[in-house]
């Protein structure tokens, strides 16, 4: 997976997914978060980032994929920090629905951006995969 | 609105609509337009919306060019809005209907969007627009 630069937290969460820190790039955007419970600050994302954050949690080691929401195309990390669930955030592309040709545009980067992190993550997987297989040979 | 334009029996009957001067100065805007528009009375309206000239100044221009009314369906800002452009000699009245807005919050709800958007429009003058655009609808979800 690619190494991004995501130097301070975006937000920061418990166990129930309540909000306990906010960095500065989160409170500029959103307002105050401290407190409040993620999912309901953001309305359909649970779907979205659940699973990964999940998945981070059950390993014990840093989550890293790129997600669509809100018409952001962002990388996140989501990294465990004991019961916390620490999430670096970095955005790529943010949907430009200007004109009927800045859409078009902007979709086809999101899609491209999608389908690349796809192809990488595939790439990723397979080389665990053939890790493993090697290994047990 | 105080345009002769809105006596006119054919102007629709929303509220949402700005009348423009001869130069394409906002000389007023409808109650329903004030919070997006409202600031800006007495400027070109181009000054403060960026790249619509292209997509709004046509129907306009045929508006005035004509004398008659002039109904487009076009996309800006993320919407799909039909215009209606009704000349009158003092400015030039535009009605504004909302259509479909893109709703970006997921994949899923930006694809069903589209599809409504693209119904729309395709229900009217073909648009130009990039062509990228229909492949990358299609490949949504």
Known sequence: ?????????????????????????AEGGFGPLAGQNLWECFPGSECLFRPYYEK??????????????????????????????????EQLHVIDALTLDALGASIAR??????????????????????VIKGGA | MTAAANRRSDAPSSDLYVVLDSEDRISHVSAGLQDELGRWSGHVLWDHLPGARGVYGPC??????????????????????????????????????????????????????LGEIAEVLGAQEPVQHDSRAPASLRALP
């Not at chain 2, 109904?71 to 000349?87: D, N, S």
């Open chain 1, 1 to 25: 997976m690619a190494v991004t630069v995501m130097q301070s937290p975006f937000i920061v969460l418990d166990e129930e997914y309540t909000i306990v820190e906010v960095g500065p790039s």
């Open chain 1, 56 to 89: 981070a949690r059950r390993s014990g080691q840093p989550e890293e994929f790129v997600q669509f929401y809100n018409g952001h195309v962002a990388r996140i990390r989501a990294e465990p920090q004991g019961d916390l669930l620490a999430l670096y955030w």
């Open chain 1, 110 to 131: 999101t899609i491209e951006l999608l389908d690349h992190e796809q192809a990488v993550a595939l790439r990723q997987e397979t080389r665990s995969s053939l890790h």
């Open chain 2, 60 to 113: 306009f221009e045929e508006a005035r060019a004509s004398g008659q009314s002039v109904e487009c369906v076009v996309f800006y800002a993320g919407r799909v809005k039909r215009l209606t452009a009704i000349p009158a000699s003092d400015g030039l009245a535009v009605h504004v209907e909302r259509l479909v807005t893109l709703d970006v919050r997921t994949l899923g709800t930006l694809a069903e969007s």
